[in-house]
């Protein structure tokens, strides 16, 4: 049997994965993502979904390796970041415990769990370094633009290697390389205070009465299926349910508004949340002066690379475009898919063919 590299992307919304089978009569890279609301189910339940991971995707065989990066550090069911990246790492190291465990840094690099034990920030929030890289090594002079079902990494990648100002999420927020919009758990107030309704402009609730994620379900950006994460209200995912979440916004309700003006509110939203990718790929390219948009191209991936990451680079002026999966062939789980190309390069133990 060849060797097996498994990549996992834990995050607080989703637990992404790659396999990557070297030596057989293929080598080959199988992604893919487990939803993992940790919020909801608990910290606890994080050993569970590994455990699954490892029944259903690896047939019960623990791999040879594991590459590892995380963010549900982040989530609120942890006190600390330390605290997060400790459960992180106990939780994999006791799911895996006959593989040898290699995590990504912020610096672009795999080091062992003891160093992420040591210090959390080393580790914490570091899975943008890993597709930046494995671009980088195609584009050594670009911009990864990432756009999730919840955050957008804007990532200026110079000499092959990302090269942002920010190395923790905090950081990153301050420079625009990170961005907490996405295209299925934004809440609408974190895109606009005011939505357009006949002909003036109106203030919204300040209540979780809708997401992004029933914006572009409305405008067909998005299906019912690509609808993964839970409702504002609990009820369903269809069209219509939607509308009525997006009414609510102002207070009112499908029968007080025309489809028609709660179309015209997505729009809106839709549009501004645009213009937060767009006004912080200028903040990048301010404090970044070597990227050029006539020359430089831009690499886009994530669930949002058509619906948010494009538009908004088109917008700022960007003439090369790149799909992410047009050059690596993958289309779900970059993230994972990453890891287990660069630690196979690290350890000298191949590539796909």
Avoid at 240 to 247: D, Q
């Amino acid at each position: 049997m060849g060797v097996c590299i498994l990549g996992l992307d834990v995050g607080g919304a989703n637990i992404k994965y790659a396999v990557l089978r070297l030596g057989e009569k293929k080598n080959r890279v199988e992604a893919g993502s487990v939803y993992f609301p940790i919020w909801i189910l608990g910290k606890e339940a994080l050993r569970e979904r590994l455990s699954m991971i490892v029944d259903k995707v690896l047939r019960g065989r623990c791999p040879e390796y594991v590459a590892l990066t995380m963010t549900a550090e982040l989530s609120d069911v942890f006190y600390t970041k330390r605290e997060g990246v400790s459960h992180i790492l106990d939780s994999v190291i006791g799911v895996f415990k006959d593989s040898e465990i290699y995590v990504m840094s912020v610096n672009a690099t795999f080091v062992r769990p003891e160093d992420g034990y040591r210090d959390p920030l080393l580790v914490a929030a570091a899975n943008w370094p890993a597709t930046a890289r494995l671009i980088g090594k195609r584009y050594p002079l670009s911009l990864m633009i990432d756009v999730g079902s919840t955050t957008t990494d804007i990532i200026p990648i110079r000499d092959g290697m990302p090269c942002t100002k920010g190395k923790t999420d905090l950081e990153r927020l301050m420079y625009g390389e990170l961005v907490y919009t996405g295209v299925l758990r934004t809440p609408i107030t974190a895109i606009t205070h005011y939505v357009p309704i006949r002909g003036r402009m109106c203030r919204i609730s300040a209540e979780k009465f809708a997401l992004s994620a029933d914006v572009h379900l409305v405008l067909n950006n998005i299906t019912e299926d690509e609808y993964s994460c839970e409702t504002a209200d609990g009820r369903g995912k269809s069209r219509r349910e939607s509308l009525a979440r997006l009414a609510r916004v102002v207070c009112a309700d499908v029968d007080m508004l025309s489809e028609k003006e709660i179309l015209i509110l997505a729009e809106y939203i839709y549009h501004k949340q645009i213009e937060q990718v767009k006004d912080a790929i200028l903040q990048v390219l301010s404090v970044h002066g070597f990227l050029d948009v006539k020359r430089d191209p831009v690499i886009v991936l994530g669930a949002g690379k058509k619906i948010l990451a494009e538009p908004a680079a088109r917008a700022v002026g960007f003439e090369k475009i790149i799909d992410f999966s047009e050059v690596w062939n993958c289309n779900v789980a970059e993230t994972a898919y990453a890891l287990v190309l660069l630690l196979a390069e690290d350890l000298n133990l191949g590539a796909p063919s």
